[in-house]
C-alpha cells in the first residue's frame, strides 16, 4: 500500500504504483515526461506542447478549464494529475468520482522541487527525481551569483489584455520576478488583478514593462499603448513559459533569465 499526501493536504493510497496517467497542466505533463513516464501517460490536453509529439501520440482530453469527463474516463486512469490554479476546483471533485486526482500548488521554488520529490515518490522515480531537483538547485544557485549585484528594479507584469490584467502576488510568476531582483509594482493588489492602464504611474510606474507571451498574444500595439501610460518604461516581450511553468522547466527558465540580464 502507497500513501502519498498531495500539496493541498489530501492523503491518497494506491496498492500499487500508478501506471495510467492523466495529466491536466502542461508544464506537469512535461515533467512527467522528463521522469521517463512516456508510456504511462495515456492522457494529456490541448495545451500540453512539450515535448511537441505527445499531442500525436496521447490522447487529448480537452483544456485545462475544460475537459471531456469521457474521454478521461475511457481511458481507464489510475491516477489524475492537476493543479489548484489551473483547474477548477469542480473538475476535481468530478475527476475524483473516476480516480484519485493529485493536486499540486506551486507558488515558490521550494513547492516545485516538493512536487518533483512527490512525483518521484508516486510514481518510482525517486533516482530520476532526485537528479531534476540537483540539476535546478544547482542551477539555481549558479543564477544567484548572476544577479546578486544587479539593482532592484520595478516592473509590471502583463499576462492579458482587454481588460489588461498582471500578475500579482502568490504566484509562481510573482517568485520568478522577485528571483530576478524585479520588484512587482501590483504585488499588493491581488493574485491576477485587472488594472486601469492611466493610473500605472500613481501604482508604481515601473522600470519595465513585461509582456507575456501566454496566455495572451501580446502585439506591438499593446506594448504601444501600455509604454506611452509610463514615464519611458522599457517594454520587453517574455516567453510565459520560462516565467509561469514550473516542473523541469525551471532548469531552462534560469539559463533564459541569465540572458535576459545581459540584454537588459
Keep these: 500500500m502507497i500513501q502519498l499526501q498531495d500539496q493541498l493536504g489530501i492523503i491518497h493510497s494506491f496498492t500499487t504504483t500508478p501506471r495510467r ?19 504511462e501517460l495515456v492522457g494529456i490536453t490541448k495545451f500540453c506542447v512539450h515535448p511537441i509529439h505527445l499531442k500525436a501520440t496521447k490522447k487529448i482530453v ?3 478549464k475544460q475537459v471531456n469527463f469521457d474521454k478521461i474516463k475511457e481511458l481507464q486512469p489510475n491516477i489524475i494529475i492537476a493543479n489548484k490554479e489551473e483547474n477548477t476546483k469542480e473538475i476535481v471533485e468530478e475527476l475524483s468520482q473516476i ?6 500548488n506551486i507558488i515558490t521554488v521550494e513547492d516545485n522541487l516538493q512536487m518533483i520529490s512527490d512525483f518521484g515518490k508516486l510514481f518510482n522515480k525517486r533516482t530520476t527525481a532526485q537528479k ?16 546578486k549585484d544587479k539593482p532592484i528594479r520595478k516592473v509590471a507584469y502583463f499576462i492579458w489584455a482587454n481588460p489588461y490584467m498582471v500578475a500579482g502576488k502568490d504566484t509562481f510568476i510573482n ?15 491581488g493574485r491576477y ?7 500605472i ?12 507571451s501566454e496566455p495572451f498574444p501580446f502585439k506591438d500595439n499593446h506594448a504601444f499603448e501600455i509604454g506611452r501610460c509610463t514615464h519611458h518604461a522599457k517594454t520587453i516581450f517574455v516567453d510565459g513559459e520560462m516565467f509561469s511553468w514550473y516542473g523541469s522547466r525551471l532548469l531552462k527558465a534560469f539559463d533564459y533569465f541569465t540572458k535576459m540580464h545581459e540584454k537588459l
Design 21 to 39: 496517467i492523466v495529466s491536466l497542466v502542461p508544464s506537469q505533463t512535461e515533467l512527467i515526461y522528463d521522469l521517463g513516464l512516456e508510456e
Design 62 to 64: 480537452g483544456g485545462t
Design 99 to 104: 480516480c484519485p486526482v493529485w493536486v499540486t
Design 132 to 147: 531534476w531537483i540537483d540539476k535546478i538547485n544547482f542551477a539555481y544557485l549558479d543564477f544567484q551569483k548572476c544577479i
Design 175 to 189: 517568485e520568478m520576478l522577485q528571483l530576478n531582483h524585479f520588484q512587482n509594482i501590483y504585488e499588493a493588489k
Design 193 to 199: 488583478p485587472e488594472i486601469e492602464l492611466e493610473k
Design 201 to 212: 504611474r500613481q501604482e508604481g510606474d515601473p522600470e519595465i514593462v513585461f509582456l507575456s
